[in-house]
Every structure is written in structure tokens, then in C-alpha cells.
């Protein structure tokens, strides 16, 4: 039997260069100069973590050491990206395992963090594809779209968008958007306002609203 040429260390550097390089081909890592920027801010001249969590000697590399435990939602993936970005997947392990096991795991609150990072979820694809820690990455992927899925449905959001239809063209637009966003959910509330007779303010809002959405407001205008 041929004997692997790769150890589990070499394998550990092979999966971390290929990630690396997908990662900088694609514009997802920062360049060389731009780390080390990051670093020096994110560690100061005390050693600390992203999130002010000291990290001497060898805890620097200890998925325990790095974890703070009062860390937020928000925290948790935001250390966990980064970890995951730069190759250090112990530690983005660490930050994963936190976060999905975290006394109040939001998805909702996961999205926002994710929204905050353009190129959060193309990062988290490529993590899955290419890295040891891809069970966990697929999880938090799916928590960003449970999260999706719960603010698209969450009445009082799509209340406040039918309201925002009477409003300047700033929130005029940005209602018409997030409606479109809410998709078949949004379609029964909306019905509602067009034949409200005190609602007539909101109509010409409301029928370019269910124009954006398109085929998802047949079904609901069909069973109305």
C-alpha cells in the first residue's frame, strides 16, 4: 500500500494555502500590507484579540483562550469570519462552535452581522467548500438564511413598510424595496390597505409595490 506523502500537518498547510488563494484571487482577503494594518490595530501593543480579550504567548493559539465568554452574537461570527479568512480554522472552529451554541442565537441577528460584511456569504461558501471546518460554516450559513426567511415574514417589518408608502420618495423607495424583499408575505396586508377606504393615500404606493413582486403576489392576489 503507496504510503501518503502528506502528514495531517501538510494536508492542514495545503488546505489552508488553497483557501488562502481562493480568498485573495477572488478579493475576499485583505492584501499583505492591509493585515498587517489590521493586525496592529486589532492586537495593539498588549496583545489583544479583535474584541479585547489578552492572548500571550501560547494562548494566542488555543480555540479556549481566544473565545471570550461573554462574547455577543454579533462578536462570535465577526471573529469567526476573520479566523475563517486568514487560515486559522482552530480558532474560527472555536468561534463557530460559540456561536451556534449560544444562549441567544438569533438568525435574525446573525443576518444583520452578516450584512455588514459584503462578502460574508461568498466567504462562507468558499469556507465550505475548501476548509476543515465546513460542517460548522454550513450551519451559520443556514442560520443567515433562517434569518432571512424570518425577517421576510415578520408583520410589524412589512406594516412598516406599507406605512413608509405614504411617506417622502426616500421611504416611499425604500418601502416598495423591502415590500418586494417580503415577497408573498407582504401581498395580504397590502390587499388589506387597497381596500381600506381610509388608506387611499397608500393605494399608487401599493400597486407599484405588487408590481415589483411580480409572479410571488399571483397566488395571494388570486385567493384574495
Known amino acids: 500500500m503507496r504510503t501518503s506523502v502528506f502528514g495531517s500537518a501538510g494536508r492542514s498547510r495545503l488546505t489552508?494555502?488553497?483557501?488562502?488563494t481562493v480568498f485573495t484571487t477572488f478579493g475576499l482577503l485583505p492584501s499583505a500590507s492591509a493585515q498587517h494594518g489590521k493586525a496592529k490595530h486589532d492586537m495593539g501593543q498588549h496583545g489583544?484579540?479583535?474584541h479585547g480579550k489578552a492572548m500571550h504567548g501560547k494562548d494566542?493559539?488555543?480555540?479556549?483562550?481566544?473565545?471570550?465568554?461573554?462574547?455577543?452574537?454579533?462578536?462570535?461570527?465577526?471573529?469567526?469570519?476573520?479566523?475563517?479568512?486568514?487560515?486559522?480554522?482552530?480558532?474560527?472552529?472555536?468561534y463557530a462552535k460559540k456561536l451556534l451554541a449560544h444562549p441567544d442565537l438569533d438568525p435574525v441577528e446573525v443576518l444583520e452581522a452578516a450584512n455588514r460584511d459584503k462578502q460574508s456569504i461568498d466567504t462562507l461558501l468558499i469556507i465550505i467548500k475548501n476548509s476543515s471546518i465546513s460542517d460548522n460554516a454550513a450551519k451559520v450559513l443556514e442560520l443567515i438564511e433562517q434569518g432571512e426567511q424570518a425577517k421576510r415574514k415578520d408583520p410589524d417589518r412589512i406594516r412598516a413598510n406599507i406605512d413608509n408608502l405614504a411617506g417622502d420618495p426616500q421611504q416611499q423607495y425604500f418601502g416598495i424595496k423591502h415590500l418586494a424583499e417580503s415577497g408573498e408575505y407582504a401581498v395580504p396586508p397590502m390587499i388589506q390597505t387597497l381596500l381600506d377606504p381610509g388608506k387611499?393615500?397608500?393605494?399608487?404606493?401599493?400597486?407599484?409595490?405588487?408590481?415589483?413582486?411580480?409572479?410571488?403576489?399571483?397566488?395571494?392576489?388570486?385567493?384574495?
Do not use: C, N, Q, W
Request: glycine share 4%; no cysteine; hydrophobic share 55%.
Open 48 to 50: 489583544m484579540s479583535m
Open 16 to 20: 489552508v494555502l488553497v483557501v488562502t
Open 200 to 224: 387611499e393615500e397608500f393605494r399608487s404606493g401599493v400597486i407599484v409595490a405588487l408590481t415589483k413582486l411580480g409572479k410571488p403576489a399571483v397566488t395571494p392576489l388570486a385567493m384574495a
Open 60 to 94: 494566542h493559539d488555543s480555540p479556549d483562550a481566544a473565545v471570550s465568554a461573554d462574547a455577543t452574537v454579533e462578536m462570535l461570527f465577526t471573529d469567526f469570519l476573520h479566523y475563517a479568512k486568514i487560515g486559522r480554522f482552530t480558532i474560527a472552529e472555536a
